[in-house]
């Protein structure tokens, strides 16, 4: 760990240059989920119980570096007031005089939220200038914005390395989870990697099978996968291009000792609807005018007796379309014990991933996992053992 986490700072009278990642909903100017506000108060609040001043730099939408004011920050202020319990001023700029002055004029215990960073092209150019004038306004920079630090940008990157630096408390938490799931994990590890396609996680699949015991493929992925080993997918969901890299994946697993395990049973149906009528056939049996949707009770078990014997588990991707009911059973039961496992001591678990968490959410399992990431690409690029410019900065 080359990081240094913002409770070992001394804050007292310091200004904390804060990147948070509050890109949350807003419909009508009011923010309909308060979820990203929520994950940054910890670090908010112990910037002022410590006697310092909080000067947060985010990014809003995409306005591609220029000035568009449907991406401005501003309609976010009464929601921050509100999770943070005190005033937070808002400053149309993250740079220069009027940044510079709003820094000044704060009142002790108040919070400064700096308009969009990505109103300046230098932004996404992780652009030195930028950087060095975003410096000025603090006198630490601490990054809260684990799922902004899959991108060198200014405010991410380069501004880093201008300023002592530190990891805010959600950053850590984050960190500390990751690393513990896939860093320097308790053996044995397994992973679950479900999800529509082979091709967009591919990277992760060739890290994983490096570093874990036990690799679970669901989802339309496995599809690919048994399609590769010739066997009939039907109308399935599944990449038949994909099928010399499902066997290079497989005999990766081979090579390095990761057993793999593809669905034994599946849930088969005619069509792509909720409620469709389904049966259970194994692996092999999925009839010409049918495709896979879930895996069956065969393949869920199979998946218990390897958290059985796991001390880790790393979760991205649902194991069938759980958007449809009951398409979703696989995946509610396999999670469901997962999350019984991590309550009673005997197993880490920590998943992420859009779908995945709410596949986890809606099968009730999510609030027992040891951690979930909400993160989107910057979980995805960390679980595929890329370096995060973000986090690398740090240090
Ligand atoms: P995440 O967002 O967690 O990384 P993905 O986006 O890769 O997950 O995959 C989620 C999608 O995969 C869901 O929309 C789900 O319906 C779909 N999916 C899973 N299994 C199947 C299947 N057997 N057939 C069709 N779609 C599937
Ligand atoms: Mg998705």
């Not at 990431?373 to 960390?382: I, R, V, Y």
Request: aromatic share 4%; with cysteine; charged share 20%.
């Amino acid at each position: 760990m080359a990081w240094t986490p913002l409770t070992d700072l001394e804050l007292g009278g310091k200004r904390v240059l804060t990147r948070v990642d509050i890109n949350v909903p807003v419909e009508d100017g009011r923010v309909t989920d308060i979820t990203r506000i929520d994950r940054i108060v910890p670090t908010v609040k112990h910037i002022l119980a410590a006697g310092g001043t909080p000067i947060l730099l985010a990014h809003f939408g995409r306005p591609k570096g220029k000035v568009v004011p449907e991406m401005s920050l501003q309609p976010l202020v009464p929601a921050l007031e509100d999770a943070f319990g005190t005033g937070v001023v808002f400053v149309a700029d993250c740079r220069g005089p009027s940044a510079e002055a709003a820094v000044g004029a704060l009142s002790s215990g108040q919070v400064l939220l700096c308009e969009n960073t990505r109103f300046h092209a230098g932004e996404e150019k992780n652009d030195a200038d930028l950087a060095a004038e975003m410096a000025k306004l603090g006198d630490i920079y601490c990054n809260d914005a684990f799922s902004a630090a899959h991108r060198a940008h200014a405010s991410t990157e380069a501004l880093a390395r201008l300023l002592p630096n530190c990891a805010g408390k959600l950053m850590e938490a984050e960190l500390t989870a990751l690393e513990a799931a896939l860093g320097t994990p308790k053996r044995p590890v397994m992973a679950v990697v479900g999800g529509a396609k082979v091709s967009t996680k591919l990277d992760l699949l060739g890290n994983l099978v490096e570093k874990v015991d036990a690799l679970v493929i669901g989802g339309g992925m496995a599809n690919t996968f048994l399609a590769a080993q010739g066997l009939d997918v039907g109308k399935s969901l599944a990449e038949h291009d994909m099928t010399d890299t499902a066997k290079e994946i497989a005999a990766k697993a081979a090579s390095t000792g990761c057993e793999l395990l593809l669905p034994r049973d599946v849930v088969v149906a005619r069509e792509f609807a909720a409620n469709a009528p389904h049966e259970v056939v194994t692996a092999e049996d999925c009839p010409a005018d049918a495709m896979i949707l879930d895996a069956g009770p065969d393949a869920v078990a199979h998946i218990k007796q390897v958290i059985d014997r796991s001390a880790t588990l790393i979760w991205n991707g649902p194991l069938g379309a759980f958007e449809l009911t009951p398409f979703d059973a696989a995946t509610n039961a396999a999670a469901a014990y997962a999350a019984e496992k991590t309550a009673a001591g005997d197993l880490i678990s920590v998943a992420g991933g859009g779908d995945t968490v709410a596949a986890l959410n809606q099968a009730g399992a999510a609030e027992h996992f040891t951690y979930i990431s909400t993160a989107g690409g910057a979980f995805l690029e960390w679980m595929e053992g890329k370096t995060l410019p973000g986090v690398a900065a740090l240090g």
